[in-house]
């Protein structure tokens, strides 16, 4: 069974970056395609984010220019590198594969605030 530990989140200014984790119990990220996806109050989970086993990424247009997905194999980490943020990139973070969903992490919060 495949573990995903999220973390890197916390509290930002509008404007503001962060860089998110997601680590795997062992290798995966390069043979699944793996997402970055999010859940604010109120609201279902969305794809915001992945990358093919090929490293093709894809990103949503509301994070489009602004968010970043890369992984490294040798750490069995995906991250998602998030600038400029906006309130409304505020919510729970998780990392987990696009097809054939596993176990669902504890996820990261982002919150975006002044």
């Known amino acids: 069974q495949v573990r995903l530990v999220e973390s890197g989140g916390g509290l930002v200014q509008p404007g503001g970056s962060l860089r998110l984790s997601c680590a795997a119990s062992r290798s995966i990220f390069n043979v699944y395609t793996m997402g970055w996806y999010r859940q604010a109050p109120g609201k279902e989970r969305e794809l915001v984010a992945h990358l093919t086993s090929g490293s093709s990424a894809y990103y949503a247009d509301s994070v489009k220019g602004r968010f970043t997905i890369s992984r490294d194999n040798a750490r069995n980490t995906v991250y998602l590198q998030m600038n400029s943020l906006k309130p409304e990139d505020t919510a729970v973070y998780y990392c987990?594969?696009?097809?054939?969903?596993?176990?669902w992490g504890q996820g990261t919060q982002v919150t975006v605030s002044s």
């Open positions: 987990n594969k696009v097809f054939g969903a596993i176990d």
